[in-house]
C-alpha cells in the first residue's frame, strides 16, 4: 500500500514537471521578447510613473498629460511587423504601469485621492476636486474614458502580434499608487498601513484581482508579467488568489517571477547575471536606451552590436532577452527604436538556427565567448564579435580556439555563408583519450558585420572533456 503511495506520488510529479517544461517550451525557444513600454508618461516624456513617486513631476501635472495621449497615428499591424522584423517570438505590454491608467477596457472604477490623502502628500497644493478633476473617478481609470484616445489599446495589439503568431504578454503593475484605496502614494508618504486599515486593503485586493480576472478573460495572455511586487508579501498580495484566477481558465499561462513562489521565470533587470539566475528558465529585460517608456531627452541607446553582445550572452547562459521601445503618445515607434529592431532584425534572421530552440552553450573554459548548442546537441554555434572599434567589420581573418571537444568534427561553416571554416587540431596524442586543441580560422570575407557565427556540426551528440589535462 505504502509503495503504492509513493510510486503514485513520484508519478504525479513526473506528471507535473513534464507538464511544466511542455509549458514553458515555447518560451524557452523563443530567446527574443519585446517589451513596451507605453503610457502617459510618453506625452511629456517623463520616467513612467516614477517621475511623481519622486517628486520630479507634481502628480496633477503628471496625470495631466491623459488630456495629451491621443494615439492618433497608432498602428498595431505595424507594430506588429516591426516586432516580427526584430525576430521577436513574443511581445510584453503594459496594461498598466504604476500610475493605475489602464490600457484595455477595464470595468474597475479607481476611487479619486481623497481630500486628507491629498493634503498629507501634497501639503503646498490645492486638492484638484469637480472641475479640475485629475479623472473623471465616475469612470474607470482608462484610455477609453480618460484620453483623446477614447479606446481600448490592448485589443488592438493581442490581435495584431497573434495574427502574426507572436505570443501575447501582459504586464500588469500589482501596486497602483493612484487607487484611493492603496496604502502608498508618493515615496515619502502612505495613505494608510494595511494594519490599521484591512478593510480598505481588502477593497484594494479585490479592485486589483478583478482587473487580473478582466485581463484574463479578454485576452488570455500567454505570459504575465508582474511588477511592482516589493512593496508587500506574496500573502498580502494574494497571490495564490491570483495564480488560481489566471490558471483556472488559462492553465498554460506563464507567469514571470516577480510573485517569485508562482513565477515560472527569473526576471533580472538591466543588469547581465553572471552566474545563472535562481529559475531555470530566464529572461532579461533591457531598455534600448535608459528609460522604459518614451523619453526623447534620453538620446543614450545602446548601438545594435552592444544589443547583440548582450543577446548573445543570454543565450550562451540559456536565457531570453526582452528588449523594451516606449512609442510615443501618438503611437508611433521613435526612430532610434525602429532602426534597432530592423538590424537586431537582420541578424536574428541570418543565423535563425544558432538562436531559436537552442540551449546553453559550451561551460566556462572550452571556448572564450558565447555559444549556443541544438537540442539534439550535434551541432555547436559558436559567436564571434569580429567588429572593430569603429563599428566595421575586422578585415583579417580571426583564428578561434576550442577545447575539450573529444567528437569528430563532421564540418564547420560560416552561418548564412557559403564559406567553409578549416579546423586544424593541435596536441593530440594517438593514445591519450584528451582530445586535441581546435583551432578554427574564420576568413575575413565571411565575418559577418555585427556577430559571427561558426557553426560546428560534430559526428555524435557533443562529448566534452572536463579533466585536467595531459594523458588522462
Ligand atoms: C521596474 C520599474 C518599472 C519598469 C520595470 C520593467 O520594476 O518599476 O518602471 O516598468 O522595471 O522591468
New binding site residues.
Partial sequence: MKKCFFLFLLVSVGVQSQTDSTRLQWFNDAKLGI?I?WGMYAVNGT????SFHNGTVPYDTYMHQMKGFTANRFDPEAWAALIQESGARYAVI?TQ??DGLALWNTLELTPYPSKSDWNTSFPNSTYPAAKNALWDAKKPLSTIYQTPAARDLITPVSNALRKKGIHFGA?Y?LLDWSHGDYPKFLKETDRYQITQDPQRWNRFLRFMHRQIAEINTQFSPDLY?F??D?EHTEAEWGASTIDSIIHTSNPKAILNG?LPSYGDYS?P??NMPITHPEKKSWEL?L?SNES??YQPTDTHYKTTNEVLRIFTECLNMGGNL?L?IGPKADGTIPEEQVRLLKEIGRWTNKHAEAIYGTNAGLPYGHYHGNSTLSKDRKTLYLFVNAVRPDGTPAQASIDLMLKGVKNQVVSAEVLGTTTNVPVKTVGKISWSRVPGTLFLNVPAEALDAEITVVKIVLDTSLDLYRGQGGFH
Avoid at 520616467?47 to 516614477?50: D, K
Fill in positions: 517589451f513600454h520616467s513612467e510613473s516614477w503594459t504601469h504604476h504586464y503593475s508579467w511588477d511592482g516589493w516577480r526576471t533587470e538591466q529585460c531598455t522604459w517608456g526582452l523594451d
